[in-house]
Every structure is written in structure tokens, then in C-alpha cells.
């Protein structure tokens, strides 16, 4: 069966690889789709952030998985794709209930789409995107939280701003 895993992945992190790499495993085929949300303003672009999925899924040699984009209804995009299968990863208690929220919402809007829920592994409990931005930005090290390629973009990213 084919998934999508939806998110902002601004940027990817270790949290985020270690859910696209179990997921992969159980799926035929695997979709990472990042959102493109106009009402929110990124650090990077969708572009920048595609770049950064692609080369962490093939440095881990994940030949049945790919990356997208979309914008609009979650819901619109999986009927596009045929898909029918959503990936989520759950963290500490505090995911649960907006992820509850948005999955019972996926499925009113499309009774057909399921979401399966992927409980974070214990270390990489507590990393988040916006931490891993913030850690960053104050010059921290976030080695451990995400791939050594965001790592450099992070990097790269806040100089170019100093
Ligand atoms: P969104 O803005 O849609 O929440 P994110 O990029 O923050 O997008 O996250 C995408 C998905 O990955 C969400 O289901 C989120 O709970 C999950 N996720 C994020 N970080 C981790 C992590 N460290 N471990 C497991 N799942 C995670």
C-alpha cells in the first residue's frame, strides 16, 4: 500500500527520519509530502526543505520512498495521489490531541482516508522543528537532532543574516 506522510519539516529532523524510515518499511511506497502553507511564514522554502528530504532518504538508501509537495486540503491532495493511507508520528502526550483532532477531521472530510499513528522512538522524544531552529539560531548543538546537511543549512542559513 502507498502512504503519505505529511508535515512542514521546517527542516527534517532525526524525529522526523526515523518515522519515514519505519514507515518505508511497511509501505510499498512512501510520500513525504511538505506542506507548502501560505499563512505561515518558514524558515525555509519548500524547495530548500524538499532538498533536504531527498538527500537524507537516499544517504539512508531508501529506494521506495519520495518526496512531494502540496498546498490546500491534505484530504484534496491524497484523493490527487490516490492514496489513502496517512502517516503520523506521535511524540509526547501533548501531539495527541491535535493530531487526534486533525486525523477524526481527515476522515469526515474523506471517510476512505485512514491515519496511522508512529510512536516516536524514547530519543528523539523531545525534538521538534522550532526547537531545532532556535538551538541553532543561538549557535547550540544540534548535532544530535538533525542530519549533518540540515545541520549545515541551519548553519548557513543564520549567517546569512548576520
Ligand atoms: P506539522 O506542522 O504538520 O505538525 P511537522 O513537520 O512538525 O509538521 O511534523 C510532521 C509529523 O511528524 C507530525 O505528525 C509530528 O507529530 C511528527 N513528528 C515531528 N517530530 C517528531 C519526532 N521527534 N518523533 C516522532 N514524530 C515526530
Redesign the pocket.
Known sequence: MTAIY?????PM?C??L??IKRAAKFSDRLIVAV?NNAAKTPLFTVEERMGMLREAMEAEGLKNAEVDSFSGLLVDYARSRDVYLLI????AVT?FEY?FQLALTNRMLDPGLETLFIS?STE?LF???SVVREIAQAGGDISKMAPDYVCERLRRKFNEHI
Open positions: 505529511p508535515g512542514s519539516f521546517d529532523t524525529g522526523h526515523d518515522i506542506l503520523r508520528g506521535l511524540r501531539d493530531e516516536t528523539y525534538i521538534a522543528s
